[in-house]
T-cell receptor
Framework: SAVISQKPSRDICQRGTSLTIQCQVD?????MFWYRQQPGQSLTLIAT?????????ESGFVIDKFPISRPNLTFSTLTVSNMSPEDSSIYLC???????????FGPGTRLTVT | GQSLEQPSEVTAVEGAIVQINCTYQ??????LSWYQQHDGGAPTFLSY????GLEETGRFSSFLSRSDSYGYLLLQELQMKDSASYFC????????????FGKGTTLSVSS
């Protein structure tokens, strides 16, 4: 298994600003993902973080708004850029190996944009 | 489109058995997973079915019927700590890509 940490755990930000969320895995994982979850709702995949190359974004998410880095196998960042209140959500990082049917999730970053 | 349907809420009492169903429509299918998420916590992996049949892990079991595009999670001997949201998730691509999650089922266990 893998233990995933995220920081910050929560933040309150002004509209128009940007926030970078960090995700650290305690062991090497093949895949890393970023999800968004509204409280009480399902998880929506934002992108797959690829080591050393550009992330693969899902429909509705773009690199200019959610730039992602993954410089090595155990670390990734997600930036939420030019924030608006609609970006208020919980952002979750996850990692997996092999077939990735079993993913390990970080505790999430609760973002509020005012 | 891709969709996973599960009941939004289920209630039960301690010691009871509850079944949470999941039907899916996805472009590909390589397995069905179940995750548990307590309020304010991270989703945690419970079980996975790639083939038809029942998988048992302690008090939790998961079933899959690929011909019916259907699966369920069975929770036995319910405890208060089982109160949480339960998500089914489909692995829709073979190449190790991410999961498609259902909307989740909130289970409330009372004494």
């Amino acid at each position: 298994s893998a233990v995933i940490s995220q920081k910050p755990s929560r933040d309150i930000c002004q509209r128009g600003t940007s926030l970078t969320i960090q995700c650290q895995v305690d062991s090497q994982v093949t895949m890393m993902f970023w999800y968004r979850q509204q409280p009480g709702q399902s998880l929506t995949l934002i992108a797959t973080a690829n080591q050393g190359s550009e992330a693969t974004y899902e429909s509705g998410f773009v690199i200019d708004k959610f730039p992602i880095s993954r410089p090595n196998l155990t670390f990734s960042t997600l930036t939420v850029s030019n924030m608006s209140p609609e970006d208020s959500s919980i952002y979750l990082c996850s990692g997996g190996t092999g077939d990735s049917y079993e993913q390990y999730f970080g505790p999430g970053t609760r973002l509020t944009v005012t | 489109g891709q969709s996973l349907e599960q009941p939004s809420e289920v209630t039960a009492v301690e010691g009871a058995i509850v079944q949470i169903n999941c039907t899916y429509q996805t472009s590909g299918f390589y397995g069905l997973s179940w995750y548990q998420q307590h309020d304010g916590g991270a989703p945690t992996f419970l079980s996975y079915n790639a083939l038809d049949g029942l998988e048992e892990t302690g008090r939790f079991s998961s079933f899959l019927s690929r011909s019916d595009s259907y699966g369920y999670l069975l929770l036995q001997e319910l405890q208060m700590k089982d109160s949480a949201s339960y998500f089914c998730a489909v692995k829709a691509n073979q190449a190790g890509t991410a999961l498609i999650f259902g909307k989740g089922t909130t289970l409330s266990v009372s004494s």
